[in-house]
């Protein structure tokens, strides 16, 4: 099906371990976004790439990697996991401009223990 | 620097009367765009509405409404006639071209629907 997908839903791992979401999309968007939830945080920007092989921080990127080898694919690793990176984590695309909505996935909940 | 504040962390609003949930926002680019997100209890973000910062009229989609004040740097967003469906939190965020086109989102209001 169209659109875009993440990978896992769920996980659960323990500190000092290497986790890696899986992002997917099937419309060719240019931009793709990872964002984490927190209570009373709201999405935090951790990573963005407006382009294969384009990558840039966000507000929160400290512990985490991204990259971007084609288009449709924005994996983020976590090289080794930490409680406070228990969180729920969102992918999202869209085209570029500034008027363009971002479309989301249905987001990984990570337990860090 | 936060760029988008939400003051509202929650509201109630009683079935079928508006409700106005704040939005303000820090930018110096001219251009960018403001966006209105849901966010039910079954986790999927909605996106509910769009502004351009150059556009002239207040967006409306349905029974939601934008009041976009510029010069206040405010972008509320107004929900008529509310449903109980309406329960869930809100998120304003921006996107600008000066940062890249990435998209900030604020904290999120938790709207809550009485019937």
């Known amino acids: 099906d169209a659109g875009i997908t993440q990978s896992p839903r769920y996980k659960i791992t323990e500190t000092g371990r290497q986790v890696t979401l899986m992002c997917h999309q099937t419309w060719s968007h240019s931009y793709m976004f990872w964002y984490r939830q927190d209570l009373g945080h709201g999405l935090r920007l951790i990573y963005y790439?407006?382009?294969?092989?384009?990558?840039d921080k966000g507000e929160v990127p400290d512990g985490y990697v991204v990259s971007r080898s084609k288009t449709e694919n924005f994996p983020l690793t976590l090289e080794s996991a930490t409680r406070s990176q228990t969180s729920v984590y969102f992918c999202?695309?869209?085209?570029?401009?500034?008027?363009?909505?971002?479309?989301f996935g249905s987001g990984t909940q990570l337990s860090v223990l | 620097a936060q760029k988008i504040t939400q003051t509202q962390p929650g509201m109630f609003v009683q079935e079928k009367e508006a409700v106005t949930l704040d939005c303000t926002y820090d930018?110096?680019?001219?251009?960018?765009?403001l966006f209105w997100y849901k966010q039910p209890s079954s986790g999927e973000m909605i996106f509910l509405i769009y502004q351009g910062s150059y556009d002239q009229q207040n967006a409306t989609e349905g029974r939601y409404s934008l009041n976009f004040q510029k010069a206040r740097k405010s972008a509320n967003l107004v929900i008529s006639a509310s449903q109980l469906g309406d329960s869930a939190m809100y998120f304003c965020a921006m996107r600008e071209v000066y940062n890249n086109n990435d998209m900030r989102f604020g904290a999120g209001t938790r709207l809550t629907v009485k019937p």
């Open positions: 999202a695309s869209s085209q570029i401009a500034t008027n363009e909505k971002l479309f």
């Open positions: 930018t110096s680019d001219p251009s960018y765009g």
């Open positions: 790439s407006a382009a294969a092989d384009i990558t």
